[in-house]
C-alpha cells in the first residue's frame, strides 16, 4: 500500500504556513532552523505533505506524525522502519509518499532545458522509448523524473549516476521498467510517469503494485486550541 500527497504551495496563506510551522515537533524545529531563510518555506509544505501521507497511510491525525532522516539521509517517520518515505520539490510544487514497499517520487516542473542534456541521463534507445514529446524540455525532464525516482526507490538518489539506471522498456500508457547494474548492484522497478500541473512526476515502485492514488492539496484540519 502506498500512499502519495502532492501539495501547491502557492494555494497556502502565510497564516496557515505559520499554524503548521507551530505544529513541528521540536526536532523538526530545529532541522527548519538549519535551512537557509529562503528554503523554509518549502521544507515546512514538504514535511506537511509528508505528514499528510504518513497520517492518511496510517490513518492517524497527519499532526501526530513526526518526520526526520535515517542514517542515509532519506526521509523517515521514527519508529516505523519497514515504511518507505519519499520526498519531491520542485517549485511550488512538493509530493511526499509514504508506504510498505520501495518507493521513489521525484517531480520537476517542464521548463527549457538544453538538448544535450538528454546525452548526460540517457542512451538513444532509452530516448526511443519516451519520445512521444512535443518539445525537448518535455522529454529531458521526463527521462530525467524517471530515473531520479527509480533511483530514489533503491535508496541511492543521484550517488549514482543517471545513466547507470536504464529505462528497458515500455510497460503501458504510462510505466516503463527500469534496470540498473552498476558495480555489484543488479536491481529493477517500474516507474510509472504522468503530467501534472505544469511538471513530470515519476513515481517508481515495487513491480507489483498498480498506479497508487495521488491526492492533491487534500483537506487537512488544523487541530483544535
Known amino acids: 500500500m502506498t500512499r502519495i500527497v502532492g501539495i501547491d504551495r502557492s494555494r497556502l496563506s502565510p497564516d ?9 515537533s521540536p526536532a523538526e524545529r530545529r532541522c527548519l532552523a538549519a535551512r537557509p531563510e529562503g528554503r523554509r518555506e518549502e521544507w515546512t509544505v514538504g514535511r506537511l ?30 519508529g516505523h522502519p519497514s515504511l518507505s518515505c519519499s520526498l519531491s520539490h520542485s517549485g511550488h510544487l512538493v509530493v511526499a509518499a509514504v508506504g510498505s514497499a520501495p518507493i521513489g517520487v521525484d517531480i520537476e516542473r517542464i521548463r527549457p532545458r538544453h538538448q544535450a542534456m538528454i546525452g548526460y541521463v540517457a542512451g538513444s534507445e532509452e530516448v526511443d522509448l519516451v519520445s512521444s514529446f512535443r518539445t525537448a524540455a518535455e522529454l529531458v525532464t ?7 525516482a527509480a533511483l530514489k526507490s533503491g535508496g541511492w538518489g543521484l550517488r549514482i549516476p543517471p545513466r547507470a539506471a536504464r529505462i528497458r522498456r515500455r510497460k503501458g500508457a504510462s510505466s516503463v521498467d527500469v534496470s540498473l547494474r552498476w558495480q555489484a548492484i543488479r536491481w529493477r522497478i517500474t516507474v510509472w510517469s504522468i503530467s501534472t500541473r505544469g511538471a513530470s512526476l515519476s ?5 507489483s503494485n498498480p498506479l497508487p492514488r495521488i491526492r492533491w492539496n487534500p483537506h487537512f484540519d488544523l487541530p483544535a486550541g
Open 16 to 24: 496557515l504556513l505559520r499554524d503548521i510551522r507551530d505544529l513541528l
Open 49 to 78: 505533505a509528508l505528514k499528510l501521507a504518513g497520517g492518511w497511510y496510517g490513518r492517524k491525525p497527519w499532526h501526530g506524525v513526526d518526520t526526520t532522516y535515517d542514517s542515509r539521509g532519506r526521509p523517515c517517520i521514527p
Open 142 to 148: 521526463r527521462v530525467w523524473t524517471i530515473k531520479e
Open 203 to 207: 513515481i517508481a515502485t515495487d513491480e
